[in-house]
């Protein structure tokens, strides 16, 4: 039943590790989004496939890699983990033409030691 | 200055009371306006979405776009408990990403 679902829900882990974040849509949707929320909410697109292709790269560093094997999965993966990473990282999808109806999956906190 | 502007709040506000809801923006260019309510620890839930100026309602919600004074709102009638939650604001033009205001923590008391 669940629209967009992302895993692990949680994540706790140390400074410098590698981690990833994996992401399923079943809505059919064919744009899919990474979004991080910081401590005080503010939400901020990090990345935007759509049908498997890179169509928004905001200014991220470069440790955090989307990977999306078809249209309904996108996974975040991240290098080298800092303490500046811990946030809320949200994944959403929409119909490309229809990005006023995102959905939001239930989110992953992330927090780095 | 950031693109959008929204009170973080909180606000709180007696049940059954008409809840205001606010966002400025600078983006002229901006052409579509969305609401999302977000629960603690849940993903943001888009509440309504409005295009270009005017208003939009929706049960106890009405959207207000003000495009002349780049100005936004959401009330709420009669709010319940049930709505404390973060509103957050969203807005766009047509093909682009999604810029949000950084939320409005409402809590309703009973």
């Known amino acids: 039943d669940t629209a967009v679902s992302q895993t692990p829900k949680y994540l706790v882990t140390q400074m410098g590790n590698d981690k990833s974040i994996k992401c399923e849509q079943n809505?059919?949707?064919?744009?899919m989004y990474w979004y991080k929320q910081d401590s005080k909410k503010f939400l901020k697109i990090m990345f935007s496939?759509?049908?498997?292709?890179?169509?928004i790269n905001e200014t991220v560093p470069n440790r955090f890699s989307p990977k999306s094997p078809d249209k309904a999965h996108l996974n975040l993966h991240i290098n080298s983990l800092e303490l500046g990473d811990s946030a809320v990282y949200f994944c959403?999808?929409?119909?490309?033409?229809?990005?006023?109806?995102?959905?939001f999956g239930q989110g992953t906190r992330l927090t780095v030691v | 200055q950031k693109e959008v502007e929204q009170d973080p709040g909180p606000l709180s506000v007696p049940e059954g009371a008409i809840v205001s809801l606010n966002c400025t923006y600078s983006?002229?260019?901006?052409?579509?306006f969305m609401w999302y309510r977000q629960y603690s620890r849940k993903g943001p839930e888009l509440l309504m979405y409005t295009y270009s100026s005017g208003n939009k309602e929706d049960g106890r919600f009405t959207a207000q776009v003000d495009k002349s004074s780049k100005y936004i709102s959401l009330f709420i009638r009669d709010s319940q408990p049930s709505d404390s939650a973060t509103y957050l604001c969203a807005m766009t033009r047509y093909g682009n990403k999604l810029v949000f205001g950084a939320g409005t923590i409402l809590r309703v008391k009973s």
């Open positions: 959403a999808s929409s119909l490309r033409d229809r990005n006023t109806e995102a959905f």
């Open positions: 496939y759509n049908n498997k292709e890179l169509i």
């Open positions: 809505l059919g949707h064919d744009t």
């Open positions: 983006n002229s260019a901006f052409q579509y």
